[in-house]
């Protein structure tokens, strides 16, 4: 199925902590214990920029919110410029469909305009769903940070996962 792709705007801050908070009680993706309020990202929301570090917001044909995906600085400092951290969000209504798939592909088409040179994403090590989608689009492993997330008191494993985009694939 596609799903039409656009920029986000503060109007969709709302129904973006909705599909946030649809991953809170699963402990696959969210790294909150409890559901979050929109106001609780305004300033993560403000330091996104279309030109920049886009939020993509990914609509179904009935205009209903499916998804979402951020570009947001890595580290925050200008060494770092041209690496970006991805998060992709998926209404679980909306999943299993190949949206995190157009979503991430989209992102590896266009990060290059977006002076972007590497993209990094932070998966929880049991989030065999995301990761499946990472490495089937040319991510591999960059890093493990052992048992640094609590998740109901028990220790667990986040990876980091990369694409070098400036690399020339194998075979090419």
């Known amino acids: 199925m596609n799903f039409s792709v656009r920029n986000a705007t503060l109007n969709d801050l709302p129904a973006m902590v909705e599909i946030y908070n649809e991953t809170v ?7 909150d214990l409890e559901p979050i309020k929109p106001e609780s990202m305004l300033t993560w929301f403000q330091m996104h920029t279309p030109q920049l570090r886009p ?20 580290y925050g400092r200008p060494v770092y410029c041209a690496t ?3 998060s992709i969000y998926i209404d679980p209504m909306w999943r299993r469909q190949g949206l995190g798939r157009q ?6 088409e266009c990060a ?3 002076g972007l040179e590497a993209l990094l994403g932070f998966v929880f090590a049991h989030n065999l769903s995301s990761l499946r989608l990472f490495y089937a689009l040319g991510f591999v492993d960059w ?19 990369g694409r070098n ?8």
Do not use: N, Y
């Open 165 to 172: 985009l400036t690399e020339k694939c194998s075979g090419s």
């Open 55 to 74: 939020i993509w917001i990914a609509e179904a044909a009935s205009g209903q919110m499916a998804g979402w995906l951020s570009f947001s600085d890595f």
């Open 84 to 86: 970006a951290e991805l």
């Open 143 to 161: 890093g493990r940070l052992p048992r640094v997330a609590k998740l109901d008191g028990i220790a667990k494993d986040v990876l980091i996962v």
């Open 112 to 114: 290059p305009s977006l």
């Open 25 to 31: 009680p699963s402990r696959q993706a969210a790294g």
């Open 103 to 108: 979503l991430l592909t989209r992102a590896l």
